[in-house]
């Protein structure tokens, strides 16, 4: 999977608790994103960053905040996890604004 | 909001049969990719297509782009079974890719 992976790959939180999930890649791409896919939605942008400590909301920011301290992590931080941010949740990497994304393998959050 | 949607959203084909799915958009564009996504997995990269290109073809693929009619389509020919999968249509615009909703697809063997 191109050299990207997710951490955790599963994860079951309770309401009001702090949630962060890492995306790590190590194909030196300048841009990172975070996606969330839910049924009838396909995947929605959430924040995205174009480089070190460079980051942009994306269309469903509200309730994350991304962080982006060195070129190979990405992470992404629900504060105070709620219902409706239970999803999937998927990191991508490209090496330019306009080329392909590749994928991680997708982190499954659950917020009971 | 959602920039591609795929028409049929589902649809289910013959072993060697083709697979022709839509995709329509609103906004002009910079180029329109295709992702394939397997159950439970990440979305893998098929094809991108740029707003001045009218067709690629990719093995067994090919993609059409009409930016007058702000649509594209994808067609997979003699499908097997591990083409199974749902297909994402995605446009590049406003510095963003955007996902359309996704056309599932079974190929019955």
């Known amino acids: 999977d191109a050299g990207i992976t997710q951490s955790p790959r599963h994860k079951v939180t309770e309401t009001g608790t702090p949630v962060t999930l890492r995306c790590h890649q190590t194909?030196?791409?300048?841009?990172m994103y975070w996606y969330r896919q839910d049924p009838g939605h396909g995947l929605r942008l959430i924040h995205y960053?174009?480089?070190?400590?460079?980051?942009d909301k994306g269309e469903v920011s509200d309730g994350y905040s991304v962080s982006r301290s060195k070129t190979e992590d990405f992470l992404l931080t629900l504060e105070s996890a709620t219902s409706s941010q239970t999803s999937v949740y998927f990191c991508?990497?490209?090496?330019?604004?306009?080329?392909?994304?590749?994928f991680g393998p997708g982190t499954r959050l659950t917020v009971l | 909001s959602q920039q591609g949607e795929e028409d049929p959203q589902a649809l289910s084909i013959q072993e060697g049969e083709n697979a022709t799915m839509n995709c329509s958009y609103k906004?002009?564009?910079?180029?329109l990719q295709w992702y394939r996504q397997n159950s439970g997995r990440g979305l893998v990269h098929l094809i991108l297509?740029?707003?001045?290109?009218r067709e690629k073809h990719s093995g067994r693929l090919r993609v059409t782009l009409d930016t007058s009619k702000k649509s594209s389509s994808l067609l997979i020919t003699a499908s097997r079974a591990a083409d199974t999968a749902s297909y994402f249509c995605?446009?590049?615009?406003?510095?963003?890719?955007?996902f359309g909703k996704g056309n599932q697809v079974v190929v019955i063997p």
């Open positions: 991508a990497i490209a090496s330019g604004s306009t080329d392909t994304q590749y």
């Open positions: 194909e030196n791409h300048r841009y």
């Open positions: 960053s174009y480089g070190v400590k460079d980051t």
């Open positions: 906004t002009s564009i910079n180029n």
């Open positions: 297509i740029r707003s001045n290109e």
């Open positions: 995605a446009t590049f615009g406003n510095n963003r890719l955007a």
